[in-house]
């Protein structure tokens, strides 16, 4: 029987005392335990950033990489071996600035691996300068007269790019953020969970209480399969913020899409070097 406890390790955790990022955690181990899925085949991705930390904190197959770089990472990796639970864990500037194109890639190909993405609005390892979902005027210690670019909709765009399953979560709502990732890992195909957090050191604004005023589960009555209604809950900011699956819709996975993943992976397949080599003095 796995507990959470199974993915505990013993490196030293330096977040900030009041971090939502330690929420976000505790209920990523609850949802790997709630599926019963081993450590050794579970393999968690990250970036840079505080979130890209998260690896550091789980007893697990993990891979920390460049800025903006852990969905590539993911991509190569869930193609490679497919009887890998794949779990991209990124920070907002991590995954919607310098990750940006690779983030609406992902969403192209389909590959079956969930983002968690942690959402503080605010580019806290670098010590407060704006981020992507900083609200515009936003001010911070390098944008002090207010940030000047408009608010990145995360939630929007991807579903305009076409993601199949798109969720909020709130770190300050622990319970309900586990059954929304447990959603995410059981769709096949791309999932994305933007999860809200409070940043207790670097952003005064968005704090926990900030969001409890605003923040508001989306009721049995929802259809999630209604793209237009989804478009319209995404673009909720000010004064009401949606929690819950806003978008799920069933497509084919990109192992479907390639005949030769399809039957097997590619870390399953028998290296041949003559058929190789055949192959390419054919193709030249």
């Not at 790997?32 to 970036?47: H, V």
């Not at 007893?59 to 009887?83: E, Q, S, V, W, Y």
């Not at 957090?197 to 604004?205: E, G, Y």
């Not at 084919?252 to 992976?265: C, D, G």
Request: neutral net charge; contains cysteine; aromatic residues 8%.
């Amino acid at each position: 029987m796995i507990t959470s406890k199974d993915y505990d390790c013993n490196y030293e955790n330096k977040w900030c005392p009041g971090c939502g990022n330690f929420q976000i955690l505790a209920a990523m181990k609850q949802a790997f335990a709630q599926q019963q899925i081993p450590p050794e085949k579970l393999t968690l991705i990250s970036g840079i950033g505080q979130a890209g930390k998260t690896p550091h904190f789980l007893k697990c197959n993990m891979f920390h990489g460049l800025h903006g770089r852990a969905l590539p990472l993911a991509t190569g990796t869930k193609i490679a071996n497919n009887d890998l639970t794949v779990v991209v864990s990124c920070g907002d500037g991590d995954c919607y600035g310098e990750g940006g194109n690779h983030f609406l890639a992902a969403i192209r190909r389909n590959l079956d691996m969930t983002l968690l993405v942690h959402n503080n609005q605010i580019y806290g390892l670098t010590k407060g300068q704006a981020s992507p979902t900083s609200s515009l005027g936003m001010v911070t210690k390098l944008q002090n007269n207010g940030t000047p670019s408009s608010q990145f909709s995360a939630l929007a765009i991807a579903l305009a790019a076409g993601a199949g399953f798109v969720a909020r979560g709130l770190s300050g709502e622990p319970e309900h953020l586990t059954e929304l990732i447990v959603k995410a890992m059981n769709y096949k195909g791309f999932a994305l969970v933007d999860i809200l957090q409070p940043c207790v050191s670097f952003n005064k604004i968005n704090t926990l209480s900030w969001y409890k005023e605003r923040a508001y589960k989306l009721d049995a009555d929802h259809d999630p399969q209604d793209l237009a209604k989804a478009f319209q809950l995404a673009q909720e900011w000010e004064n009401s913020l949606p929690l819950g699956v806003l978008y799920e819709s069933a497509g084919t996975p990109f192992h479907e899409r390639v005949p030769n993943l399809k039957v097997q992976s590619l870390a399953s397949h028998k290296y041949d070097g003559k058929v190789m080599a055949d192959t390419l003095l054919k193709n030249l």
